[in-house]
Nanobody, 123 residues
Framework: QVQLVESGGGLVQAGGSQRLSCAAS????????MGWFRQAPGKEREFVGA????????SYADSVKGRFTISKDNAKNTVYLQMNSLKPEDTAIYYC????????????????WGQGTQVTVSS
């Protein structure tokens, strides 16, 4: 089992930037895909992006492509989500997940998930 702890959320103005972190511990991660999802009030959890722990390939949702970047620090077992040009519609709780499958599942009972961190973008 992988334990995940997100940090870095908060309030930011539209057009601004914010970086989220996801610190992982537990099992070795080389076989995992690390993903970011988000959930806004009244909406379903949606895929934001992912990075393969082995190799570093990435994938992004169309809604964030070109604005968000996912990276990792192997030495720190940490995955980052750099968010630029933020929009009010990016407001949501952001979750980090570790799964051994692709595509990633949005089900909270599938794989490992962090507790989430709130990102609020003001207009």
């Amino acid at each position: 089992q992988v334990q995940l702890v997100e940090s870095g959320g908060g309030l930011v103005q539209a057009g601004g930037s914010q970086r989220l972190s996801c610190a992982a511990s537990g099992r070795t991660f080389s076989a995992y895909v690390m993903g970011w999802f988000r959930q806004a009030p009244g909406k379903e959890r949606e895929f934001v992006g992912a990075i393969w722990w082995s190799g570093g390939s990435t994938s992004y949702a169309d809604s964030v492509k070109g604005r968000f970047t996912i990276s990792k620090d192997n030495a720190k077992n940490t995955v980052y989500l750099q968010m630029n040009s933020l929009k009010p519609e990016d407001t949501a709780i952001y979750y980090c997940t570790a799964q051994s499958n692709w595509p990633l599942s949005r089900r909270p009972d599938f794989g490992s998930w962090g507790q989430g961190t709130q990102v609020t973008v003001s207009s």
